[in-house]
């Protein structure tokens, strides 16, 4: 039975990548490439790939074409379908927390097509699906400066101080949380839903977060004064500083925001928007090919 590479249109001319599908196959491999030109290509891809019995493929691109593939996989109700990633994005942060190789499209690819698959968790908010972070308010407004902003507000040293004067510009949202049944009012400068572990282009957002312990790990920024950053600054560097409370680290399964102001939201990467918003973890829900060595499962569970 082949894989099926499901390739972002744009990388397919991409040189290093045709040489290593062309070497696997003259090695013996069973590779077959499909690549997108428009938006809601992945999801025909993916439905025409169930219907001809493919029970592996192989999501090529960056971060968002990653949760193109989850989302249409949940939302048809296909999880039985096997997903592995060839990295092609700017920043790879998924891959790169899950511990596939970014560096070498074959060695991505030697491992989407001989490696094991684990069942993992994934995420809905509202109607749609991610894997890897939901990202809200500070950044969340323009997908393309996501990273950037990310970066320069959790990073070190004078990025973040950086960050911080330039976040005190940001009006909060303010509004009502709902954490697993309990109630919370809040006014977020940054808040994030981490499935995996890395945001903004590396950034350790979530770094003890496990893709299969059935939790999602919270993190939420509260608006604060120019007074207030050096303290800010510790609390997000330092998980275990005793601060004042600027910031919040909570493992959740169920979350939900509500407001009267519609709260920017990125989803791996692809934005959305409402005043409120579900979000809940899908325990086991996909089947993900993963190094043998990854750190980021905690049960190791095989797939089928």
Known sequence: MPTRLLLNGKKAGQQDVRDAVYQLREEGHDLEVRTTWEGGDIERLILEAEQQGIHRIIAGGGDGTVNEVIDALLKHSLAHIQVAILPLGTANDFATACGIPTASPYQSLLLALKGNAYRVDAARAN???????ATAG???QITAKTPVTLKNLLGGGAYALSGMVQALNFRPFNGTVLIDGKQHKANIVVGALCNGRLAGGGQPLAPEAFLDDGYLDAFSLQGYTLADISKVVEEIQNPNFEG???????????????????????LDGEPIASLKVVMEVLPKAIKLVLPENTTILKHRELAD
């Open 127 to 133: 109607e749609r699906h991610f894997i890897n972070i």
């Open 138 to 140: 500070f950044g969340a």
């Open 244 to 266: 004042v409370g600027f910031v919040n680290r909570n493992k959740v399964t169920r979350l939900e925001w509500d407001s009267q102001q519609e709260m920017p939201i990125n």
